[in-house]
């Protein structure tokens, strides 16, 4: 499916470090397609409705804060973040993906919405600052 060989696969997957070499953006691509064919769609549609009506958690480690001088205890520096996120957030980027919103434009949207409920506190302080959130190490959404 995938037109590479077993060996191939096996060298994506390996637990050895030296030996991993990653798929390259075709592969990621026809990846990505067939698990999203085939995952089952029935739950898929339930999990998107119940993060666009309750809400999920972001989980991430990424440089994030406020563009502020050097310094600053909001200047941008890697940090761990856990963050209840509405499901506005969630319709929103499900909207994104859905007309075809690459990573970046879904990272835009995230950051918004972290600095207002992070940083802004759902609005109560900082407001017009610029929010910086880059180097993503990695993201986790749980629902519910």
Do not use: C, N
């Not at 666009?52 to 990424?62: C, I, S």
């Not at 075809?100 to 609005?123: D, K, N, S």
């Amino acid at each position: 499916m995938l037109e590479v060989s077993q060996r191939t696969v096996q060298r994506w997957v390996t637990k050895k470090p030296a030996a991993r070499r990653p798929p390259g953006p075709l592969q990621v691509q026809a990846i990505e397609e067939a698990v999203l064919a085939r995952w089952q769609p029935r739950i898929r549609a339930r999990r998107r409705a119940q993060a666009e009506a309750e809400g999920f958690v972001f989980h991430t480690r990424a440089r994030f804060g406020f563009a502020a001088p050097a310094g600053s205890s909001d200047d941008p520096r890697v940090r761990w973040i856990t963050q209840d996120l509405p499901g506005e957030v969630a319709r929103e980027l499900f909207a994104a993906r859905d007309a075809g919103a690459g990573e970046q434009q879904q990272t835009v949207i995230l950051a918004r919405a972290l600095g207002h409920a992070y940083f802004r506190e759902w609005g109560r302080r900082a407001h017009g600052l610029h929010i910086a959130f880059s180097d993503v190490e990695f993201a986790d959404f749980s629902i519910g």
